[in-house]
C-alpha cells in the first residue's frame, strides 16, 4: 500500500513535495513490522496509572517520562490529566501514581482542582485497595511549598490508601527528586 496524491489534487510544487513526504511518513508506519518485546524486557509487569495536575506543562512532561521509564521495565503505565480521574476511577484503580505542582497561594493546578475538592470532600470514597506515591513540584520562595502534593499524599493515605513509595518534593530542580522518586516506585514494582 503506498499512499499517492493525485495529479488532479490543486497543491503547489512546494505542498506536493510536503505532503509526499508527509504521506510517505504514513506510509512506512503503516507498514513497519510490529515491535516485539525485547526478552531482556520484563512482559508481565503491573498496570499503573500517572495522574498529572500542572498549570505549565512540566507535570505532564514528567508523567511521561515515569511511563516511558516504568514501560521500559514491563509495567504498564497509563497517563492522565488528572481533570479526567473521578473518586469512581480511584476506587477502581490498584496503582497510581501522582505528580503535581502547587498554584498561587497553595492551591492545586486547575486541571487537578476538582479531584482535590472530590477527595477533601466528607462523602469521599474509602481507598483500601489503592497503593499510591505522590511527586511534589513548587518553589520554595512561596509559602505554601508543594502544599497540593503534600494535601494529596496526607488526604490519600487518611482514606486508606498504602503509600508504596516515599512522597517527595522537588523545589524548582525537578531532575535529581524525580530520578529519586521513579527508582523508589520501580523498586515498588520490582517482583519479590
Given at each position: 500500500?503506498?499512499?499517492?496524491?493525485?495529479?488532479?489534487?490543486?497543491?503547489?510544487?512546494?505542498?506536493?513535495?510536503?505532503?509526499?513526504?508527509f504521506l510517505d511518513g504514513i506510509t512506512s508506519t503503516i507498514l513497519a513490522p510490529p515491535l516485539v518485546p525485547s526478552s531482556s524486557v520484563p512482559t508481565a509487569g503491573y498496570p499503573?496509572?500517572?495522574?498529572?495536575?500542572?498549570?505549565?506543562?512540566?507535570?505532564?512532561?514528567?508523567?511521561?517520562?515515569?511511563?516511558?521509564?516504568?514501560?521500559?521495565?514491563?509495567?504498564?503505565?497509563?497517563?492522565?490529566?488528572?481533570?479526567?480521574?473521578?473518586?469512581?476511577?480511584?476506587?477502581?484503580?490498584?496503582?497510581?501514581?501522582?505528580i503535581t505542582s502547587t498554584y498561587g497561594d497553595g492551591e492545586p493546578p486547575d486541571n487537578a482542582a476538582a479531584l482535590h475538592a472530590v477527595l477533601h470532600s466528607a462523602d469521599a470514597?474509602?481507598?483500601?485497595?489503592?497503593?499510591?506515591?505522590?511527586?511534589?513540584?513548587?518553589?520554595?520562595?512561596?509559602?505554601?511549598?508543594?502544599?497540593?502534593?503534600?494535601?494529596?499524599?496526607?488526604?490519600?493515605?487518611?482514606?486508606?490508601?498504602?503509600?508504596?513509595?516515599?512522597?517527595?518534593?522537588?523545589?524548582?530542580?525537578?531532575?535529581?527528586?524525580?530520578?529519586?522518586?521513579?527508582?523508589?516506585?520501580?523498586?515498588?514494582?520490582?517482583?519479590?
Amino acid at each position: 500500500m503506498n499512499l499517492t496524491i493525485p495529479d488532479n489534487a490543486p497543491f503547489t510544487n512546494n505542498q506536493r513535495m510536503w505532503l509526499k513526504g508527509f504521506l510517505d511518513g504514513i506510509t512506512s508506519t503503516i507498514l513497519a513490522p510490529p515491535l516485539v518485546p525485547s526478552s531482556s524486557v520484563p512482559t508481565a509487569g503491573y498496570p499503573l496509572t500517572i495522574a498529572w495536575g500542572s498549570q505549565t506543562g512540566t507535570c505532564e512532561t514528567l508523567a511521561k517520562k515515569a511511563a516511558k521509564s516504568l514501560a521500559a521495565n514491563g509495567h504498564i503505565p497509563t497517563v492522565l490529566n488528572m481533570q479526567l480521574i473521578s473518586a469512581e476511577i480511584l476506587t477502581t484503580t490498584q496503582r497510581l501514581l501522582i505528580i503535581t505542582s502547587t498554584y498561587g497561594d497553595g492551591e492545586p493546578p486547575d486541571n487537578a482542582a476538582a479531584l482535590h475538592a472530590v477527595l477533601h470532600s466528607a462523602d469521599a470514597p474509602q481507598l483500601p485497595s489503592l497503593h499510591y506515591s505522590v511527586l511534589a513540584l513548587g518553589d520554595s520562595s512561596y509559602p505554601d511549598f508543594c502544599k497540593c502534593g503534600r494535601d494529596f499524599d496526607e488526604r490519600l493515605a487518611a482514606l486508606g490508601a498504602s503509600r508504596s513509595a516515599p512522597y517527595i518534593e522537588c523545589d524548582v530542580d525537578y531532575d535529581s527528586p524525580f530520578a529519586e522518586w521513579i527508582t523508589a516506585v520501580g523498586a515498588f514494582l520490582a517482583p519479590a
